[in-house]
């Protein structure tokens, strides 16, 4: 069984930094490029970063240079660093493993900015 667990959410204030993770089991990690998403109330999901099988980072274009994504292949997990956070950044964060067969979400973790 396929499972990708989102961690590290939570209540942050404006210019605050949070660290997400997503352990992934039940697939070979390492052939998956990774990627992080979020969901706002009333907006699309939207992609905030990936990165690929070889490590290859990409990231949107409103957390350029706040955000940090990274992966440990040995412990099946991939991060997303978040500094300098900002308001614009709450929504629900989902991890996503894809490749040319597959395509696995997590249920998502709440990032909330607010003073």
């Known amino acids: 069984q396929v499972q990708l667990v989102e961690s590290g959410g939570g209540l942050v204030q404006p210019g605050g930094s949070l660290t997400l993770s997503c352990a992934a089991s039940?697939?070979?990690?390492?052939?998956?490029?990774m990627g992080w998403y979020r969901q706002a109330p009333g907006k699309q999901r939207e992609l905030v970063a990936r990165i690929t099988t070889n490590g290859s980072p990409d990231y949107a274009d409103s957390v350029k240079g706040r955000f940090t994504i990274s992966r440990d292949n040995a412990k099946n997990t991939v991060y997303l660093q978040m500094n300098t956070l900002k308001p614009e950044d709450t929504a629900v964060y989902l991890c996503?493993?894809?490749?040319?067969?597959?395509?696995?979400w997590g249920q998502g973790t709440q990032v909330t900015v607010s003073s």
């Open positions: 996503n493993g894809y490749n040319t067969w597959n395509n696995y």
């Open positions: 039940g697939i070979i990690f390492s052939v998956y490029t």
